[in-house]
């Protein structure tokens, strides 16, 4: 699954999430507001792949991470059932960027990742 695929399945799930109950804003009033953030949050880390380098896409990510781990501070923008799995789907893609992050062909991993089909 290319890096694009995997922030395409972390929004699909938040948004099925949603849809049937399982993952809600947190901290109402609110709460639209910070469900709102959350999946702008995530609809920009996808605007940046293949645009940033996987250095800035990571901390995006990150920061994504830092409000629906169930940790404070920061505040977590969501909660329910679901943060468990969708914690795990962002730390995964943490963990691809972070190894994309040293291969480097031809001078630019993003021309190479590109070749291979993993942007």
Excluded at 27 to 47: C, K
Excluded at 72 to 91: H, K, N, R, T, Y
Aim: charged letters at 25%; hydrophobic letters at 40%; aromatic letters at 6%.
């Amino acid at each position: 699954m290319t890096v694009t695929e995997q922030i395409g399945r972390i929004l699909d799930f938040v948004n099925d999430s949603v849809s049937i109950g399982t993952l809600d804003a947190a901290h109402p009033p609110p709460g639209d507001q910070n469900l709102q953030a959350f999946i702008s949050m995530l609809a920009e880390v996808r605007a940046l792949i293949g645009v940033e380098p996987y250095s800035e896409v990571s901390k995006q990510l990150t920061s994504v991470l830092g409000k629906c781990d169930g940790q404070s501070p920061p505040p977590d923008f969501v909660e329910g059932e679901a943060l468990p799995e969708l914690a795990e789907l962002i730390q995964a893609l943490i963990d691809v960027l972070s190894s994309e992050e040293s291969f480097d062909s031809e001078g630019s991993k993003w021309g190479a990742l590109r070749k291979m089909g993993r942007l």
